[in-house]
Nanobody, 125 residues
């Protein structure tokens, strides 16, 4: 079993920055990929970014490419999402997720096996 705890959300003005953290615990050796998703009120959960645990290769949605950076610290077993140049449309509940199985589409909600409870990010205009 894997548990995920997100932190770092908050209220920030447009153009500002936030750094989200995800602390996984449990069967960490079973990780293949970790991702960040977000869900705004009235909208479906959407892919933001992902990172392959082994080699650190990353993938980003076009809406955040160049503004957000996903990274991992293998020694601390942490994953981060650095968010810069934030926009009001980035406002959402941000979730950390783990994929334990190789070969699924990395941007698909269904590819991830474990989820955190989410951390709220609110960007004011």
């Amino acid at each position: 079993q894997v548990q995920l705890v997100e932190s770092g959300g908050g209220l920030v003005q447009a153009g500002g920055s936030l750094r989200l953290s995800c602390a996984p615990s449990g069967r960490i050796f079973s990780f293949y990929r970790m991702g960040w998703f977000r869900q705004a009120p009235g909208k479906e959960r959407e892919f933001v970014a992902s990172i392959r645990w082994g080699d650190g290769s990353t993938d980003y949605d076009d809406s955040v490419e160049g503004r957000f950076t996903i990274s991992r610290d293998n020694a601390k077993n942490m994953v981060y999402l650095e968010m810069n140049s934030l926009k009001p449309e980035d406002t959402a509940l941000y979730y950390c997720a783990v994929a334990a199985v190789v070969g699924r589409p990395v941007r698909a909600f269904s590819a991830y096996d474990y989820w955190g409870q989410g951390t709220q990010v609110t960007v004011s205009s």
